[in-house]
């Protein structure tokens, strides 16, 4: 033992407990992983006694080695949960786990926040492969093709909550795994409600007139062609209106170009008020406008909408001149040529060409009135 103790220990003192305990002997393993010195055990045996079983006391060394290392790996493990649970907590994006039947089994702070959840026990007895509402984005689908054909995925979709939260969200999914199998999924869910917003108030801006507030040219090939789409998809009947402002060139050239302005700004007002939700005016350049209607169910209805609007737009316009604080009116006329879809064209190109013919037609003939596209 004194040699064991080295400088330590008093060899006076090693010596009286070697002679109290009766102590010879000593076997010592060291224990250790890879140059990692993790301990060392000591076997004593009383005087006169030595190590029988040599084999014996190596596999109870191995057995031990195992147990501390074993022991070691459960301290770090318990450690690294607890560094994940805490990352995870505190993280600034949503994140939720599920098993392979979609029911949840762990959702951290933020995505109780982003769903509006009142509690994680409520939000725990949400299923993300039943649930209707994400049934209704895809996102269900989505979740059930990640962990069937074990990829990741990410997309963006609209969602409103059980709670009554709408968000725009992007998400991100990876399957979860235990050895080769695939156990269910991780989903990393962030709120871009508000990068959303500011990106469709950009993409509205690019397509609106900045002086009359209707659309621009450029709404042409996005939103009056998706329009169109939805119509061809549903089979619905809509109705494409040529028009511009008649002898608006007098106008500028007598009043100048604000009043030319303020006639422009009225006159989409006075549209707009006669526009449906998913109707549409363009101002295409000038004074020269393009109306789209709609689903008007029926031709005939054309008329009838054609014929409110050209009353609504012709007429007495009352103008204010601030610069010279002046107020007058002007007469105004104009024409307008209608086409419709399917009919007379399946695209706006088409569309437009066959609704000019039928304002030209109106312009021929005098001016201030509308005309149907001829069969």
């Not at 969200?169 to 080769?180: A, N, Q, W």
């Amino acid at each position: 033992m004194h040699e064991l103790a080295g400088d330590a220990v008093e060899k006076q003192l090693m010596d009286q407990i070697e002679e109290t305990f009766d102590t010879g002997a000593a076997a010592v393993a060291r224990i250790g992983k890879t140059e990692k010195h993790i301990g060392d055990f000591i076997l004593l045996f009383r005087k006169g006694e030595k190590l029988k079983n040599h084999d014996l006391f190596m596999l109870y060394l191995s057995q031990l080695g195992q147990f501390i290392e074993k022991t070691r790996l459960e301290k770090s493990l318990r450690s690294s949960q607890r560094r994940f649970y805490t990352l995870a907590e505190y993280a600034p994006i949503g994140f939720v786990s599920c098993n392979l039947s979609g029911e949840v089994t762990y959702a951290n702070r933020k995505l109780l926040e982003i769903m509006d959840s009142p509690s994680y026990g409520e939000t725990r007895k949400i299923n993300l492969i039943e649930l209707p509402g994400l049934v209704k984005t895809g996102f269900s689908e989505n979740l059930r093709s990640c962990m069937d054909r074990d990829l990741q995925m990410s997309f963006d979709v609209s969602y409103e909550s059980i709670w009554g939260r709408n968000s725009w969200l992007s998400v991100h999914i990876t399957p979860s795994r235990e050895g080769d199998a695939v156990t269910g999924a991780n989903i990393l869910i962030n709120d871009i409600t508000d990068k959303k917003k500011t990106e469709d108030e950009l993409r509205e801006r690019a397509v609106r007139d900045s002086l009359t507030r209707a659309y621009n040219r450029y709404a042409l090939d996005t939103v009056l062609a998706d329009r169109l789409s939805e119509a061809g998809e549903k089979e619905l009947i809509s109705c494409i209106a040529v028009l511009d402002i008649d002898d608006f060139k007098d106008i500028n050239d007598t009043r100048g170009h604000k009043a030319g302005d303020s006639v422009l700004k009225y006159l989409a007002t006075r549209v707009k008020k006669e526009l449906r939700e998913n109707d549409l005016i363009i101002r295409t350049g000038g004074d020269e406008f393009v109306i789209y209607l709609h689903d008007i169910k029926d031709e005939k209805n054309a008329g009838i909408f054609m014929d409110r609007i050209f009353r609504k737009i012709t007429g007495e316009y009352s103008i204010e001149d601030t610069f010279d604080d002046e107020k007058y009116t002007l007469e105004i006329g104009c024409s307008m040529g209608a086409a419709f879809y399917p009919v007379d064209g399946d695209t706006a190109e088409r569309l437009m060409a066959k609704a000019d013919e039928a304002l030209y037609k109106v312009k021929k003939s005098g001016k201030c009135g509308y005309k149907l596209a001829d069969k």
